[in-house]
């Protein structure tokens, strides 16, 4: 959705020439709420509930319960972010557990929304958490719907009940009934039936789900919910309500670029929460549903919070403690260089952290061209020079600099930019960890620092990366880790805690996983320009 | 249960009015975004039909009906929605993310080709997801058509394809249809692949046709997911499916205004005979009855 730019760009820009204004006007509102309804409309969000939802926006940006803290396009957004988080339920929900096992879960959906693929995840996540489920092939309808089950299932780990071949032929009703007798002999205490896909206005499998339903009596009625989907969730949902009542939504396909407002729609429009997200084809690919998270995605405000979880499992405060104090004190070496990369490394794909950041949707084209393979071209290098080169690069002359060229298989050009870029790295990272603040934007009264924020400079990063040939691969992700720090509202501490510049530690013990107002209010400055 | 062809029920009760007033073009808004065309097509086709309206100086909510549905036909028929066969083989690829139908087009297409009395073989690429190959010859035994499998779990698609192909030529097939696994657009690594697939394929006769499968729930998305497929496989035809359930499919017809890329095939139901060529008045007609 990258042409469209994102919304809060959006309202920066309607909202530009209002900076000094204090409150919102009606008409003010009105092309806000205009600008939000058409990001809703891209993000596939369901008109009726857009309208529901823009007039809930302009009610309360025109109430009296603004906060006079922030500037007009802030107050918007928070509020937006508000009502989304409202509305995609306020907290999570678990399965619920029968009393007398088998606890039964049937899954529902159309064709493709990946009802199967999902039997496997969920089974593998429940047998990871001690229970013995069972999957149950009640797909009679696609041809090797069962077939595939049972791969999925072996791939899991779990047992399969599929006395039916399949493709048209038996009876789903009856194997469900049967599975469950065959779960409470073989003592499976969760029992996954997997429905064929089904269209919300196919009268006749509708009625047949329902009567799978009516049979097993389920604990728990997923509905498996694709998110790329776009206006039609809401006449499929409510089909899907009506037919078979769905105590669940589960959203699939998430790893994709869709902004996922289906995800609203549904939950809006059906008051069910939705429990989990699909994200990859991996049998592990699976994860409990975060409504904050969702409506950061919805109105591409990044994934900051999965960021920064991430970040959280792979640096550890004192290793960011240490960083800190060698930084200030200009000890820091090639060879922690080395280790803060691989650290990096650690925290899984660069891409994939690089998507996470808000904008970086639109990066899609230089993410693309971003090269993993230079983090292991720098690793080689570092690696190729001796232990008291690692400590005092000012040791590498010309014929060192061959020699470690030759050693790890790249040219003397990409040294020399390497030491080069370390060099600079170093120096920046001195001065902040002194407290200075180089070159980070919305960080108070800094005038001229204008359109540096945030994507902007992000891109403008990845985009001089691709041109030289030597890696530059360490920096735009350890810069965009220092941002979403910043944009979390974590400010270098004067002390060690200042570690911040490389952010991630100073970041840990905030560790409230919730952004607060002030939180969104600091991540929409620095979105702001 | 849900309301069937929701823009027809919608456009119904509207154009019962006896005349064309604010909320004439409020519930035709309505019913554009609620049939997915998307806000920007949905600002064209009013802003179109709003010049339209005052030039003719009319006022029947009829007349408005009508240029509503020419408008759409004549966007519609933009392109040429014609199949590219003529090759022998013609090699025809067909790509899409996760879900969208691929495997169960690809049976159709097959079933349609072998109906005008074609030799097909269908190329099991999907070595991927599981059971793929199983679903698609299963397909191919209903429409009558050959399958290559791949020779082990996993095996290189671009191998598969290569050995579909040649296949082809060595038997004197007129068709070979190419299943691949589905992929997310975001997938960098997968999306190469679809072009190292292409690559070989190549050297052995031109590819005739890419068909992109998108599912006619998606929402705009499909714009995404048309714009990286096109970069990455060289897509010549959209395909459309699931559109008997009750979405319409509105965002194809921004996907083909902006890639340029035609609609060619429709797919309307999980029947071996639910396939058809997409013709632009039927289409429009579908949307605006």
Redesign the interface.
């Known amino acids: 959705m990258a042409t469209f730019g994102t919304l809060s760009d959006r309202l920066t820009a309607t909202f530009s020439a209002l900076r000094t204004k204090g409150k919102l006007s009606p008409a003010d509102v009105d092309g806000t709420v205009r600008e939000i309804r058409r990001a809703l409309l891209d993000a596939d969000v369901a008109l009726p509930v857009v309208k529901d939802f823009t007039a809930a926006v302009r009610e309360r940006a025109l109430g009296d319960e603004v906060n006079k803290a922030l500037n007009p396009a802030q107050q918007v957004v928070q509020i937006v972010n508000d009502e989304l988080i409202t509305i995609l339920g306020g907290q999570q929900r678990r399965l619920e557990f029968a009393k007398n096992p088998p606890t039964v879960i049937m899954l529902a959906g159309l064709q493709g929304a990946g009802k199967t693929t999902l039997a496997g995840k969920l089974a593998k996540w429940l047998k990871a958490d001690g229970h013995t489920p069972l999957l149950v092939a009640a797909d009679l309808q696609r041809p090797n719907a069962v077939q595939q089950l049972q791969v999925v299932a072996e791939q899991a780990g779990v047992a399969v009940f599929a006395p039916e071949p399949g493709n048209g032929k038996g009876d789903p009703v009856k194997v469900a009934k049967d599975a469950l007798k065959h779960a409470k002999t073989a003592l499976h205490d969760v029992v996954i039936v997997d429905t064929a896909g089904r269209l919300g206005v196919d009268a006749e499998l509708m009625k047949q789900a329902a009567d799978i339903r009516k049979a097993v009596d389920p604990d728990e009625v997923l509905f498996v919910i694709d998110a790329m989907i776009g206006q039609d969730a809401v006449s499929t949902a409510k089909a899907f309500q009506e037919g078979v009542d769905f105590t669940g939504v589960v959203l699939s396909k998430l790893d994709g670029d869709a902004r996922g407002g289906a995800a609203l729609s549904v939950a809006s429009i059906t008051g069910r929460p939705i429990m989990f997200a699909s994200t990859g084809e991996g049998l592990d690919d699976f994860e409990p549903f975060y409504p904050d998270r969702m409506a950061s995605r919805i109105l591409d405000l990044g994934d900051i919070l999965t960021l920064i979880e991430q970040a959280q499992k792979s640096f550890t405060e004192d290793e960011a403690r240490a960083t800190a104090e060698k930084f200030a004190t200009d000890s820091f070496t090639l060879e922690d260089f080395l280790a803060q990369m691989q650290q990096l490394k650690n925290m899984g794909s660069i891409k994939g952290m690089l998507g996470m950041l808000p904008g970086a949707r639109g990066m899609r084209e230089q993410l693309d061209n971003f090269d993993e393979g230079e983090i292991v071209r720098t690793e080689a290098i570092i690696q190729s020079m001796t232990p008291a080169e690692r400590r005092v690069p000012k040791l590498l002359n010309g014929s060192r600099r061959l020699r470690i060229a030759k050693g790890s298989g790249t040219t003397v050009t990409e040294v020399n930019a390497l030491v080069s870029r370390f060099e600079q790295a170093a120096k920046m990272m001195k001065t902040m960890a002194k407290g200075g603040m180089p070159q980070i934007p919305g960080m108070g009264p800094m005038p001229g620092m204008g359109g540096g924020g945030g994507a902007a400079s992000m891109r403008k990063a990845a985009a001089k990366k691709k041109g030289k040939s030597a890696s530059k691969s360490g920096n735009p992700a350890k810069r965009a880790a220092e941002e979403a720090a910043r944009a979390q509202g974590v400010r270098p501490a004067p002390s060690g805690a200042s570690g911040s510049g490389f952010g991630l530690g100073g970041a840990a013990p905030a560790g409230d996983k919730q952004p607060t107002a002030d939180e969104l209010a600091a991540l929409q400055k620095f979105l702001g320009r | 249960?849900?309301?069937?062809w929701?823009l027809g029920g919608a456009l119904r009760g509207l154009f019962a009015s006896p005349t064309i007033d604010d909320d004439t073009w409020d519930d035709l808004e309505?019913a554009l975004?609620?049939?997915?065309f998307?806000?920007d097509i949905t600002e064209q086709v009013l802003d179109e039909l709003r010049a339209s309206v005052a030039k003719f100086k009319t006022t029947d909510p009829r007349d408005l009906k009508r240029m509503l549905r020419e408008s759409l036909e004549e966007r519609l028929a933009a392109h040429d929605p014609t199949l590219t066969l003529s090759n022998r083989p013609a090699v025809v690829l067909v790509v899409g993310?996760?879900?969208?139908?691929k495997t169960t087009t690809i049976?159709k297409f097959a079933k349609f080709l072998t109906g005008y009395g074609r030799t097909v073989v269908v190329g099991a690429a999907d070595t991927?997801?599981?059971?793929?190959v199983?679903?698609l010859a299963?397909?191919a035994e209903r429409a009558g058509a050959q399958v290559v499998r791949p020779q082990h779990q996993g095996q290189d698609p671009a191998s598969v394809a290569y050995q579909t192909v040649q296949f082809a030529i060595d038997n004197n097939i007129d068709i070979a249809i190419i299943d691949t696994a589905g992929r997310?657009?975001?997938?960098?690594g997968l999306m190469d692949e679809l072009g190292k697939v292409t690559r070989v394929i190549e050297k052995l006769a031109p590819i005739a046709e890419v068909l992109l499968v998108l599912?006619?729930?998606?929402?705009?998305?499909?714009l995404?997911?048309a714009e990286a497929f096109i970069e990455s496989a060289g897509v010549t035809g959209l395909v459309v499916t699931?559109l008997?359930?009750?979405?319409?499919g509105g965002?194809v017809l921004r996907v083909q205004q902006q890639t340029g890329i035609p609609i060619k095939l429709i797919g309307q139901g999980?029947g071996i005979g639910d396939l058809t060529g997409f013709t632009p008045h039927v289409f429009a007609a579908s949307l605006v009855p």
Not at chain 2, 97 to 101: A, E, F, P, Q, S
């Open positions: 249960m849900a309301e069937g929701r309505t975004l609620g049939a997915d998307g806000p993310v996760n879900g969208v139908g049976g991927f997801r599981a059971a793929a199983d679903q299963t397909w997310l657009q975001t997938k960098a599912d006619g729930t998606t929402g705009q998305n499909g995404a997911q699931k008997d359930g009750s979405a319409k965002f999980e």
